[in-house]
């Protein structure tokens, strides 16, 4: 049975205290399933906010880093044992703030108690290495030291996962943080804050700051006294974020969209390419960034494969997530709603055809929801808009080609490079894709969606900033090398 309690009001996280914005105001966090109901009310939080928790941050910094890398992880043990207790409550949240069913937000709050018992683990691996030096009375080795405070900024689309994938790395390796959610999501982050709360998190070790992108967000990126941002969200935004830390001489790491191709051969199980091409394409009713938006299918299985697909996704129950019935959810907000449907009719303008959905449900009882129907089109050329931007809606395009060499070489004409899968079983075919992809995750039978915790994760070309998330990779850009040399 549902505790979840609707309209409360949230404060900011900083210093151990739950705090009002400074200004008093609040944003109304609204469930895109139906806009009549207000989830919660979040702080609209200024700067003078944000300058508060990076004080406080960087104060906590001193002692935190002074902790063993054992001491840290108890910190990360307890507050997954908390979060696993409430994960019912948070996944709750995060369905009614955001739109994601219900068994997909409690897969994504279990997926955040697993990563941080895996970065609470990573505090007793090692840390450096030992090299040898030309001097033979000298020791020389490699230590691995914080940054500081570091800075997170996260999208709505996984908003307990991605905080936390960033916000413990950080911490294990000893640096404080200050997060900044997504406010479209902001009631989902102050519950996964409560749980580091009430494990015991020293006072300024994990702060959050509520409020807008373009007020926090860029102060947080232009703020000398955050040593590093990790951010997830548009190309856009990230690219600003990126210059404004790089200009003041700090550390960044972007990760950003994506326009991910699946590869359907002339050999694949076509029944396990639609499961695939379904999942990675709709689940979350498309809003991943190694989401599935490219479908690059083999002249001779295309007509086979577009049936069995046409009928699996006529199959699909739109609805709330909360209801054990929906498959898939509303996108999370109206401005992202508009955009699907911004794109949906840019594909037909540019001379797409639409096979399927392309519109708002017509049932009354999703009328006050931001429901798009899932939408295949065909006939998509790699200059359309819908071929090579990323939608980050249920859309996906249709594309026939004649071998595996010109799929591979489609699929490598975007933009974009962060995850691509193919379904066939020549082994051939597999190492020409593996070999050939610009892609930083390469799948093969297995949709382009879903990463593990204990890989890197991250892209090529304009998904990211070329650095990888997650995995024992995170601790490049957590940390800073130091190469100590010693000598009696
Ligand atoms: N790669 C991914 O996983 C994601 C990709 N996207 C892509 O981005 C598109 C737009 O989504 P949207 O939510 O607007 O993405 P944004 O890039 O705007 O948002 C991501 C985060 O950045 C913050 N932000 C916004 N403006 C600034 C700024 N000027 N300086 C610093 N931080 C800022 C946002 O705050 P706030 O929203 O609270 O204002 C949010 O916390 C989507 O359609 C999708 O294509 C979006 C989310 C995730
Ligand atoms: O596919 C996943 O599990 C992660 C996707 C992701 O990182 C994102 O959408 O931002």
């Not at 700090?250 to 950003?256: D, G, P, R, T, W």
């Amino acid at each position: 049975m549902s505790t979840f309690q609707l309209e409360q009001t949230y404060s900011n996280f900083i210093n151990g205290e739950w705090v009002k914005a400074a200004s008093g105001k609040t944003d109304a966090s609204i469930n895109p399933a139906n806009r009549n109901e207000v989830v919660g009310h979040v702080p609209a939080s200024g700067v003078e906010d944000l300058n508060q928790a990076v004080t406080a941050a960087k104060a906590a910094a001193k002692s935190w880093r002074k902790l063993t890398g054992a001491e840290r992880g108890d910190f990360l043990f307890q507050a997954a044992n908390v979060l696993e207790r409430r994960a019912n409550e948070v996944a709750e949240a995060m369905t009614r703030e955001m739109g994601k069913t219900f068994p997909e937000a409690k897969g994504e709050t279990m997926r955040g108690v697993a990563i941080l018992r895996y970065y609470a683990g990573e505090g007793m691996r090692k840390t450096g290495d030992v090299i040898p030096s030309t001097d033979s009375e000298a020791l020389m080795f490699t230590t691995r030291v914080p940054l500081g405070v570091v800075g997170v900024i996260a999208p709505w689309n996984f908003p307990v996962a991605i905080p936390i994938w960033k916000a413990a790395p950080a911490l294990i390796y000893g640096n404080t943080v200050v997060l900044k959610p997504a406010q479209e999501t902001a009631v989902t982050a102050a519950k996964v804050l409560e749980c580091f709360e009430e494990a015991g998190l020293p006072a300024g070790v994990l702060n959050l700051v509520c409020g807008k992108g373009s007020v926090i967000g860029s102060a947080m990126a232009e703020h000398p006294d955050v040593n590093g941002i990790t951010f997830t969200g548009s190309n856009e935004v990230g690219k600003r974020v990126g210059a404004a830390v790089l200009s003041r001489g700090a550390k960044y790491q972007l990760e950003m969209g994506g326009k991910n191709p699946v590869i359907i051969a002339a050999d694949a199980d076509l029944d396990l390419a639609v499961e695939g091409t379904i999942s990675g394409g709709l689940k979350s009713t498309g809003q991943k960034c190694t989401a599935t938006s490219r479908v690059i299918i083999e002249r001779i299985v295309y007509d086979a494969f577009k049936e069995k697909l046409l009928a699996k996704v006529e199959e699909i129950r739109l609805g709330d997530g909360m209801s054990g019935e929906s498959w898939m959810g509303p996108c999370a907000s109206e401005g992202q709603l508009n955009t699907v449907l911004s794109y949906i009719q840019k594909g037909q303008d540019e001379g797409a055809i639409l096979l399927a959905g392309g519109n708002r449900p017509d049932s009354p009882e999703l009328a006050e929801g931001f429901y798009v129907q899932p939408t295949v089109f065909e006939g998509v050329e790699s200059h359309m808009s819908i071929a090579r931007e990323e939608i980050f809606g249920p859309v996906l395009a249709l594309m026939p080609v004649d071998s595996i060499e010109e799929a591979i070489e489609l699929a490598n004409d975007s933009d974009y490079g962060l995850s691509a899968s193919i379904y066939t079983q020549n082994v051939g075919s597999m190492l020409s894709f593996i070999r050939d992809m610009d892609a930083g995750l390469v799948r093969i039978n297995a949709e382009t969606a879903g990463v593990e915790l204990q890989a890197p994760f991250g892209g090529m070309k304009m998904s990211s900033s070329h650095s990888r998330e997650q995995g024992q990779a995170a601790i490049e850009f957590f940390t800073a090398i130091k190469t100590v040399f010693v000598k009696s």
